[in-house]
C-alpha cells in the first residue's frame, strides 16, 4: 500500500507570496494533520481535519489555512510568507483519532 | 501546556551496545504516545504506539515503555547497528489526535 505523498518534495518562494502544499493519506484514512518542523526542533501542530471538518488547530496565525476535500486528500495554505515560514512541512494521516499517525517525506519549504 | 522533554539531546554509542532514550511529559491526561525515527532532511518513521491504557509495546529490537503516572517513557534499543543511527522523537497525545513533540535525541551508532 502507498504511504502518505505530499506534493511538492522542495519549494523557494519569497516573502509576502502565497504557497499550497498538498497531502494525499494512506487509503482508508480519514484523518489528516499538518505539523511544521523548523530545524533543531520538533514537529508542532498546525491543523487536523476528519471527515472533511476541522477538529483542531495550533498557535497558528490566521495567515495558516487548510481544507480536507472528499477524496480526504489535503490542502494546506499560507498567505503573506514571512522568513521564518521556511520549515518542513509534515502530513499524517490516520484511520480516526487515537489510532497510529503515519507521516509523509515532507515539503521544504524556502522562503528568501 | 503540555511539555514534552527528552534527554539526552544527543547520544553516540559503539555498535552492539544497548541503550536507552528518555522521554518526560508534564501533563499525565495523555491518550496515547508515540515514539519516531527521522532520518535527516526526511519525514517521520513510526516505531512504536502505546495508549494510555497500555504499560509497554514491542516491536523487534525495540521496546517502549509508559508510566503514565510519572509521566515517562523510555525508549529501549537492543545490540544497536550503524542503521539505527536517526533522530527519535517523542509525541503526546492529549485530544486524540493533536500530537505534542520532543526535540528528540540525535543518536549515532559507530561502527
Known amino acids: 500500500d502507498a504511504g502518505v505523498t505530499q506534493s511538492p518534495t522542495h519549494l523557494i518562494k519569497t516573502r509576502g507570496q502565497h504557497v499550497t502544499l498538498r497531502c494525499s493519506p494512506i487509503?482508508?484514512?480519514?484523518?489528516v494533520s499538518w505539523y511544521q518542523q523548523v530545524l533543531g526542533q520538533g514537529p508542532q501542530f498546525i491543523f487536523q481535519?476528519?471527515?472533511?471538518?476541522?477538529?483542531g488547530r495550533g498557535n497558528f496565525p490566521d495567515r495558516f489555512s487548510a481544507r480536507q476535500f472528499p477524496n480526504y486528500s489535503s490542502e494546506l495554505n499560507v498567505n503573506a510568507l514571512l522568513l521564518g515560514d521556511s520549515a518542513l512541512y509534515l502530513c499524517?494521516?490516520?484511520?480516526?483519532?487515537?489510532?497510529?499517525?503515519?507521516f509523509g517525506p515532507g515539503t521544504r519549504l524556502t522562503v528568501t | 501546556k503540555q511539555e514534552v522533554t527528552q534527554i539526552p539531546a544527543a547520544l553516540s554509542v559503539p555498535e552492539g551496545e544497548n541503550l536507552v532514550l528518555n522521554c518526560s511529559f508534564t501533563?499525565?491526561?495523555?491518550?496515547?504516545l508515540q515514539w519516531f525515527r527521522q532520518d535527516p532532511g526526511k519525514g517521520l518513521t513510526s516505531l512504536l504506539l502505546?495508549?494510555?491504557?497500555?504499560r509497554e509495546q514491542t516491536s523487534g529490537r525495540l521496546n517502549a515503555s509508559l508510566d503514565k503516572s510519572s509521566g515517562r517513557s523510555t525508549l529501549y534499543i537492543a545490540a544497536s547497528q550503524p542503521g539505527d543511527s536517526a533522530t527519535y522523537l517523542c509525541?503526546?497525545?492529549?485530544?486524540?489526535?493533536?500530537?505534542?513533540f520532543g526535540k528528540g535525541t540525535s543518536l549515532l551508532v559507530t561502527p
Open positions: 499524517a494521516s490516520s484511520r480516526q483519532d487515537l489510532y497510529e499517525q503515519y
Open positions: 487509503s482508508g484514512h480519514k484523518s
Open positions: 481535519y476528519y471527515e472533511k471538518e476541522e477538529r
Open positions: 501533563d499525565s491526561a495523555i491518550y496515547n
Open positions: 502505546i495508549q494510555s491504557s497500555q
Open positions: 509525541a503526546v497525545s492529549n485530544s486524540g489526535y493533536a500530537l505534542n
